[in-house]
């Protein structure tokens, strides 16, 4: 299985959870705020893997990977990060009950 492969359920996961907030208060602002993060953990990301890469802590192979990559990191790579950065917030706001239920 390709990391490719991999990172789909997560992305669509995260589609779907992003999706179910859109009615919620504030979703504009979540988003602003998610895309911010989003950036923060892609730069992160792309410093870190990358030195971990260097320092030959881990490798990829060839056959699983896009061949798209950003240094020595893998496009998939940033996936998860960007995942969480919109997942994490979508499932917060779902567990809260709604403001107008009250």
């Known amino acids: 299985m390709t990391y490719v492969l ?10 779907a959870l992003t999706l179910a907030t859109v ?10 705020r998610s895309a911010l993060a989003a950036a923060g ?3 992160l990301t792309a410093v870190f893997d990358n030195l971990m890469i260097a320092a030959d802590l881990f490798t ?3 056959h699983l990977i ?3 990559r950003i240094g020595l990191a893998p496009i998939e ?6 995942c969480a950065a919109f997942a994490v917030p979508a499932i917060l706001t779902l567990l809260r009950p709604r403001e107008d239920a009250a």
């Open 6 to 15: 991999i990172v789909i359920p997560f992305v669509v996961a995260t589609v």
């Open 23 to 32: 009615r919620r208060p504030r979703f504009g602002d979540r988003m602003r």
């Open 41 to 43: 953990l892609v730069v």
């Open 60 to 62: 990829y192979p060839e």
């Open 66 to 68: 896009s061949g798209i």
């Open 77 to 82: 790579d940033f996936a998860y990060p960007v």
